[in-house]
């Protein structure tokens, strides 16, 4: 059966306490990553389902950066982007990312919190998505939710009380993301847990080889 798509218009994209405690463990974790990367100066980067920027916007303080493309299908985060970057030139595109017709390549791909909403052949068409925008020699990096037993309570808890906006989303096992990606002429140089002990996420960093 069919899950139903997740509304986000109901995600907030402001900077509230709670979103910005959030985006500082998911920030960390792409440090963490990213330290078993040889990205330098020059770098250009796309995020897919970019929702606030920030994780972006933070690629821009630490790296050379000449290019950054945020996608969402979500006016509301592009708004919230064009506010984070301010002056800096930034690529925003309001589309749909399963049918994204923009063209190039990018050192370096990435997206959290995006390819958890979907299963099947959808999930396999939205990793070959990200991992068609990675120039060879670049990176791909990836966050989502994966099963544990405290993000199962969690997630529980919050149904309960109604407060669980993510009805398509299905947690994933890192072994099996990883079995997608490196089949697509990838190979994992990092990985990295965060949020241990709230709503698990995990962290994939895998380089381009062929
Ligand atoms: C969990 S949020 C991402 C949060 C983001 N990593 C951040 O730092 O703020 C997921 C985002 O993906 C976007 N999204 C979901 N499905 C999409 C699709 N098919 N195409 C484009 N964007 C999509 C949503 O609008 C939302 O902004």
């Known amino acids: ?33 990213l330290n078993k990367s040889n990205l330098n100066n020059d770098i250009k980067i796309m995020e897919l389902g970019s929702g606030t920027g920030y994780n972006s916007y933070n690629l821009t303080q630490e790296y050379k950066v000449s290019k950054v493309t945020l996608v969402d299908s979500n006016k509301g985060a592009l708004v919230a982007s064009k506010k984070r970057f301010k002056k800096y030139k930034v690529e925003l595109i309001n589309d749909d990312v399963m049918n994204l017709k923009k063209e190039g390549k990018y050192d370096l791909v990435h997206s959290q919190g995006l390819i958890e909403h979907f299963q099947g052949n959808n999930l396999n068409k939205i990793i070959s998505i990200h991992t068609n925008y990675v120039k060879k020699g670049g990176y791909l990096l990836l966050f989502y939710p994966t099963p544990t037993k405290t993000y199962k309570v969690i997630r529980k808890v919050a149904e309960l009380l109604k407060l669980w906006i993510f009805s398509d989303e299905v947690p994933l096992k890192s072994d099996y993301v ?10 994992l140089v990092n990985s990295t847990r965060i949020l241990k002990h709230t709503i698990t996420e995990d962290g994939l960093l895998f380089k381009k080889i062929s």
Request: charged share 35%.
């Open 178 to 187: 990883k079995n997608l990606v490196e089949k697509k002429g990838f190979r």
């Open 1 to 33: 059966m069919a899950l139903v798509k997740t509304d986000w218009n109901k995600y907030s994209f402001k900077d509230s306490f709670i979103t910005k405690l959030f985006l500082k463990s998911v920030w960390n974790g792409y440090k963490k990553l």
